[in-house]
């Protein structure tokens, strides 16, 4: 099966500096990476997804990019803010099954 | 509004009686997930439901059962609930596998 692993476990910042968090996975025919934030309490949600026809997608601060040849994918924030703080998980989906495998997670703290 | 309902949110049950969990949804979704997630862990898939097909996890143990009557509801059965089992209990819609999953607030069971 698939076997997605997510570093670092922990990541401290200050506020205005860049986060990146890095996923690899193994399943050579995964095609849909989807990143999930869970906030203290709150249940987890998408904030952006690749599929892997692109290489790279942006939304606002917000960016992922892909690299299938060496299978990892990383998620890129800009201009971090206090609000970003919170439970970062990767995830990839084999084809076939199209079920989400989970990276553990990676904890953001943004210091203002 | 919430579109996928855990009930409850917090559980605590007794070493080795039988503990059901419930999810419902309003999104008509096709597939509904059921994970396990421990403290500091990624979210670990048990099973899903592709509209009635069952899909069991090989990994799952044979104590983890689910049910779903229709598409609107799942159910999580533990037949015998052990100190390990003690976690966040995660369900999850999504229109198709490979499309974004949509998690409900989940249940924290507590055995004891």
């Known amino acids: 099966g698939e076997n997605v692993e997510q570093h670092p476990s922990t990541l401290s910042v200050q506020e205005g500096d860049s986060a990146v968090i890095k996923c690899t996975y193994s399943?050579?025919?995964?095609?849909?990476f989807p990143w999930y934030k869970q906030e203290l309490g709150k249940r987890p949600q998408l904030i952006i997804d690749i599929r892997s026809n692109v290489g790279e997608k942006k939304d606002q601060r917000i960016a992922v990019t892909l690299n299938k040849t060496a299978k990892h994918f990383s998620l890129h924030i800009t201009e971090t803010q206090p609000e970003d703080s919170a439970v970062y998980f990767c995830a990839a989906s084999p084809g076939g099954s199209y079920i989400p495998t989970f990276g553990r997670g990676t904890s953001l703290i943004v210091h203002p | 509004d919430a579109m996928v309902i855990q009930n409850p949110r917090y559980q605590v049950t007794q070493f080795g009686k039988p503990v059901t969990l419930s999810c419902s949804q309003t999104?008509?979704?096709?597939?509904m997930y059921w994970y396990q997630q421990k403290s500091s862990q990624a979210p670990k898939l048990l099973f899903h439901y592709y509209d009635k097909d069952f899909n069991n996890e090989a990994d799952t143990p044979d104590n983890f059962q689910s049910r779903r009557p229709n598409t609107s509801f799942c159910f999580l059965d533990i037949r015998s609930p052990g100190l390990g089992d003690a976690a966040m209990y995660l369900c999850a819609t999504s229109r198709t596998p490979g499309q974004e999953a949509f998690f409900g607030q989940g249940t924290r069971l507590t055995v004891v």
């Open positions: 399943d050579s025919a995964s095609n849909y």
């Open positions: 999104l008509n979704h096709n597939v």
